[in-house]
């Protein structure tokens, strides 16, 4: 299985909601990542769990809380957010050391 | 830091016709660097990766890259465009010296092939 999938596509949310992006891979990679992506812009990393340990964190608002529950699993949890909030969340894995394969990304809209 | 520049914000190009996009690095050590293509509310796709040997990879839809040294470049080529690679491209460069997680993407160059 050479897949990242992710869960749900799309996802309206008001800014008083609680809700979570969910990502999955069976390839083994012991390293995840949630990057945010604007419409024709590169994307932005947020958080990377390496061995299910949390090793980067880019100075992503509290708003975002991820977790990554096993090595397959990569949770993003959202509360509170704010319209500008308002993108394309990408999942990724990797080997160590090696190339980064990406879910198909959740659209979120913040109301 | 680690850095790549995709000069083009967008390139145009004649079905049939060969293609390049460009991209130039600036890391510390030796870099790995790495093509993706995106196509309209879609995930990134992997296209093709350098990080030792031959400088002429080849990866993914017929697409190919050169890795410069000299010139801090690793421009994506094809032969002969078809329609369906029009498509958002971004080039990314790992510094294996800052530590294996931490990839910084390009810009962006929006291929446009015309029928």
């Known amino acids: 299985d050479t897949e990242v999938t992710q869960t749900p596509k799309h996802l309206v949310m008001g800014m008083t909601n609680k809700k979570s992006l969910k990502c999955e891979q069976h390839?083994?990679?012991?390293?995840m990542y949630w990057y945010k992506q604007k419409a024709k812009k590169p994307p932005e990393l947020m958080f990377v769990y390496s061995y299910e340990k949390l090793s980067i964190n880019e100075s992503v608002p509290s708003r975002f809380s991820p977790e990554c529950p096993n090595s397959s699993l990569l949770n993003l949890h959202l509360h509170a957010l704010q319209p500008e909030d308002s993108a394309l969340y990408l999942c990724a894995s990797s080997p160590e050391f090696d190339t980064q394969y990406f879910g198909p990304g959740t659209r979120l809209t913040v109301l | 830091a680690q850095s790549v520049a995709q000069p083009e914000d967008q390139v145009n190009v004649a079905e049939g016709n060969p293609l390049t996009v460009k991209c130039t690095y600036s890391v510390s050590g030796n870099p790995y660097l790495f093509w993706y293509v995106q196509y309209p509310n879609r995930g990134l796709q992997f296209l093709l990766k350098y990080i030792t040997g031959d400088n002429l990879v080849k990866g993914s839809y017929g697409f190919e890259a050169e890795f410069n040294k000299s010139q801090t470049s690793f421009h994506l080529k094809k032969p002969s465009a078809l329609v369906s690679d029009s498509a958002l491209y971004f080039c990314?460069?790992?510094?294996?010296?800052?530590?294996?997680?931490?990839?910084?993407f390009g810009t962006g160059t929006k291929l446009q092939v015309i029928p």
């Open positions: 390839m083994g990679h012991r390293a």
């Open positions: 990314a460069v790992r510094d294996p010296l800052k530590g294996y997680q931490k990839v910084t």
